[in-house]
């Protein structure tokens, strides 16, 4: 098994080819560009500040009012070792989270991952928006993953609701 110093030497090695670094800085200006779009796009919804993570997942909050008045979100997440987008359907607290998991349980979610109360995990439903993303189409990129939220949203929404 690694120590510690054996994996901070591999780190160093890999910060030395410098395309760490670029990788990083690119994922983190998409999903600050991307942020700022849908903002500006959709002004009728809550959007939290970005969580840059570590180097595990990136992501923002992007809800819907009436989802918000539930205490729900919708996080826009980039799981850097997957290399992909995913929505999750997030409660404001654990409690919030464990009630929607109970509500969820035995309706049809269609493609949607109905996740498990468990420690570490923030999601009430999971959907995979992009697999292998292609960040040097940033415009058709930004498109996909906002017509998959708002579709996404209003599922959510019939859920609820249905």
Do not use: C
Request: net charge neutral.
């Amino acid at each position: 098994m690694a120590t510690l110093n054996d994996a901070i030497t591999e780190y160093n090695a890999q910060l030395q080819k410098g395309q760490n670094q670029i990788a990083y800085k690119g994922i983190m200006t998409f999903m600050s560009r991307l942020k700022t779009a849908l903002e500006s796009s959709h002004p009728d919804y809550s959007v939290s500040g970005l969580y840059f993570g570590y180097m595990d997942m990136t992501y923002f909050a992007f809800t819907p009012l009436e989802l918000k008045r539930r205490n729900l979100k919708i996080a826009i997440v980039y799981l850097h070792q997957e290399n992909r987008f995913e929505l999750w359907l997030g409660g404001s607290n654990r409690k919030i989270q464990a009630e929607y998991i109970d509500f969820f349980k035995g309706k049809d979610l269609g493609f949607f991952r109905l996740s498990k109360v468990s420690p570490g995990v923030d999601s009430i439903i999971e959907s995979i928006i992009s697999e292998k993303p292609n960040f040097d189409d940033p415009a058709e990129l930004t498109n996909t993953i906002e017509k998959q939220t708002m579709g996404f949203a209003q599922k959510v929404h019939d859920l609820l609701l249905g």
